[in-house]
């Protein structure tokens, strides 16, 4: 045989052939189960003129491969205390084909201030991005996802309990580890017949797991209040007497460094004086009686409030009003 | 090209072990011409030395390298002119690199054909670029004549996408 003439191309007429194969177009490769399905036609011409001819099909079945990645969804530690705290992970398919993920955590975390107990892993049924008790379905044991598709990944909350006796600014790990159920180990190990189609899986490049590290890190905040009176008397002086004015200064800090919600610094006017309209400061600022305006609100009947709204740790806000003693 | 050589070699060495290749309708046919496909397999041996040689495919995942073989054999006692053989590429896959650059391919669909390196493809912004490996339709070999009783080889390796 002339090896050379094998690799030797020229250039000549040649006939269309016939092909067609349907395989999805994917980032991570053919999708497990494609058949690669190849055929040749060769023609030429003898004595009896031109001819056609085809080679059989030959045909390969792409396997499965096993692969997995896990992310953390948080921007950073979450701010804990005692009590639950809600961690999101992301669990992607990086494989061919269809599989299934056995999910595990671990709380206990080399290097961690504390350990929290976990309570559930719950899948984002709703794909909404944010854990829904009673409508994100809570994985029982074994913590198996559904299968995803190639490609396609899969929120997954974990909820753990924060200890009690925690200290502001500790923090703590956990991992979230998904396991392909078909198996996992050495990238190329092989599961055979178990992939799509009863073709072989294969362990890819990820080992078939993945895991992720979340992160909480304790904010306890405190709110401190201190209430002051000033009197000054018609006078010049500083006598409590009828007509005299009283400016009382609550002085409202927020210490940690977590932070607060919804902080509203509220007092009632004593019996026997009188509200002085529009007397409201916050922070040296005049506020008005009126509400919805601004952040205070004032009145006789119903006293003064503040909405200080969410207030960071190691702020400090001065709120003062005044009243007429009777 | 010396490895191309090499493999040809392995897979002749194959061919014959196997045998007779089956006659079916093809009998008609004075040229006879068989398909196969083989998995490259690399390993390392002890001092570090790579070797590939072709087996009958294992494990087919996305980035295996696979070579298709065709096989023809003139069987008649005439001579078979201008003799072209045309493969079209399976979609999930795209030629391997080191496919010989003097291939005829087409990256069209078979409309126009030449050298990897002489053949453009249009993108959809209507920018043409080089044609790559990937772009790749269909492969091509013509041999002026085969002899009566003559019998060969065309192969062309292949990536799964």
């Known amino acids: 045989m002339d090896t050379h003439k094998l690799i030797k191309p020229l250039f000549a007429s040649s006939v269309a052939a016939i092909f067609t194969i349907s395989v999805p177009a994917l980032a991570e490769g053919v999708s497990a189960g494609t058949l690669i399905e190849n055929t040749a036609t060769a023609t030429y011409e003898d004595g009896e003129g031109p001819q056609t001819v085809d080679s059989n099909t030959v045909v390969v079945r792409v396997d499965e491969l096993l692969d997995v990645t896990v992310t ?5 530690p979450i701010g804990a205390d005692p009590g639950e705290a809600v961690l ?4 992607t398919n990086q494989g061919n084909g269809p599989e299934a993920y056995e999910l595990s955590v671990n709380p206990a975390i080399a290097g961690n201030d504390f350990d929290t107990i976990v309570v559930n892993i719950a899948v984002d049924t709703n794909g909404n991005g944010t854990y829904d008790p009673g409508v994100d379905e809570i994985l029982t044991a074994p913590e198996a996802t559904q299968v995803l598709e190639a490609d396609e990944a899969l929120t997954v909350f974990v909820i753990v309990t924060v200890p009690d006796g925690v200290v502001d600014g500790q923090a703590s790990d956990i991992e979230l580890t998904a396991e392909a159920v078909t198996g996992i180990g050495v990238p190329g190990t092989v599961f055979a017949g178990q992939g799509v189609d009863g073709g072989d899986a294969i362990v890819g490049p990820t080992g078939a797991d993945g ?49 607060v919600d919804d902080l509203i610094v509220a007092d009632a006017i004593p019996e026997g004086t009188a509200y002085a309209d529009e007397s409201i400061t916050l922070d040296g600022a005049d506020l008005t009686d009126a509400s919805g305006d601004d952040a205070g609100e004032g009145s006789d009947a119903t006293g003064i409030s503040v909405d200080l709204g969410t207030v960071a740790g190691g702020t400090v806000h001065t709120v003062t009003f005044d009243v007429t003693i009777d | 090209m010396n490895n191309l050589k090499k493999i ?6 194959i061919g014959c072990a196997a045998g007779p290749l089956a006659v079916n309708a093809q009998e008609l046919n004075a040229v006879e011409v068989s398909g196969d496909v083989k998995a490259v397999q690399t390993s390392v041996d002890e001092s570090g030395n790579e070797t590939t040689q072709l087996v009958d495919p294992g494990v087919i995942i996305p980035g295996g390298r696979l070579v298709f073989g065709t096989d023809y ?13 045309t493969n079209p590429l399976p979609s999930a896959v795209r030629l391997a690199p080191n496919a010989d650059p003097d291939l005829i391919v087409s990256v069209d669909g078979g409309e126009t054909w030449g050298t990897l390196a002489a053949l453009s ?11 790559t490996h990937g772009d790749v339709t269909h492969v091509r070999w013509t041999l002026a004549s085969i002899a009566p009783g003559e019998s060969g080889r065309l192969e062309y390796p292949a990536i799964i996408r």
């Open chain 1, 72 to 76: 953390s969804l948080d921007g950073g």
């Open chain 1, 88 to 91: 999101t992970f992301e669990v």
């Open chain 1, 211 to 259: 895991s992720a590290i979340g992160s909480l890190l304790v904010g306890i905040t405190s709110v401190d209040l201190t209430k002051s009176v000033s009197v000054v008397d018609p006078f010049g002086g500083t006598s409590a007497v009828p007509g005299s004015i009283a400016t009382f200064t609550i002085i409202a800090t927020v210490g940690g460094s977590g932070s």
């Open chain 2, 8 to 13: 040809v070699a392995a897979l002749l060495a």
């Open chain 2, 73 to 85: 054999t003139n069987n008649s006692d005439e001579s078979a002119e201008n003799f072209v053989v």
């Open chain 2, 121 to 131: 493809v249009t993108t959809e912004d209507g920018i043409a670029r080089s044609a």
